[in-house]
């Protein structure tokens, strides 16, 4: 699967999700956050395009997730995945509370997801500090999509909560998020074949 972010969409819009899409099923990662018509809005707008996966913020609340949902059903039928994101990994706990959030991100993290997942997301946009504690708490059904991801070696940049892939996929997760690692490296698909060559199973 290939990301389309922020970054991508600012600059070439719905093109660059209808041009990556042809080659492979797409995550859009616009992380939307917005009053509940909005988000039901927005999601609707992108619907044509038809990513495999769509990124809300858990922390808009329980009636925007609900709102996102209703509006990803409205017109497909074939609807993207529901991921909410729950804190960012860029986040450690003295970022956090600069927010007006106290307590250890994981408190935050499992809060998030509750919320999120009762009120009809799919899954999870998590650090891979989380996942095993998502899955002690939620069991097997959610799908938890994982960024913060970093070979060994690899620079953690702006990144606060990370682990490497093998132990993200060993925690539990389903889907592990690649970016710098890969655009950064000399040779993007000889440096992804050696994170494959490297995950358990």
């Known amino acids: 699967m290939l990301k389309v972010g922020l970054e991508l969409f600012g600059a070439a819009g719905p093109e660059a999700v209808r041009r990556v899409g042809a080659r492979a099923p797409v995550f859009l990662d616009l992380k939307l956050h917005d009053i509940p018509n909005t988000v039901a809005g927005a999601v609707c707008a992108l619907l044509p395009l038809r990513p495999a996966m769509l990124t809300v913020h858990a922390a808009g609340g329980a009636a925007m997730v609900e709102a996102a ?28 509370a600069e927010t007006g959030v106290a307590g250890a991100p994981e408190e935050q993290v499992l809060r998030l997801a509750r919320l999120a997942l009762e009120n009809g997301a799919d899954g999870l946009v998590c650090s891979p500090r989380e996942v095993a504690a998502i899955r002690e708490a939620f069991g097997p059904a959610p799908l938890l999509v994982v960024p913060g991801v970093r070979p060994a070696g690899s620079a953690a940049g702006d990144q606060a909560r990370t682990a490497t892939p093998a132990e993200a996929v060993a925690a539990g997760a389903d889907w592990i998020v690649l970016g710098r690692p890969l655009t950064g490296a000399p040779d993007p698909a000889a440096a992804a074949a050696a994170v494959a060559a490297g995950l358990p199973g």
């Open 69 to 96: 949902r209703e509006a990803a059903e409205s017109q497909s039928a074939e609807r993207p995945v529901l991921l909410a994101v729950t804190v960012l990994t860029s986040l450690g706990a003295e970022a956090l």
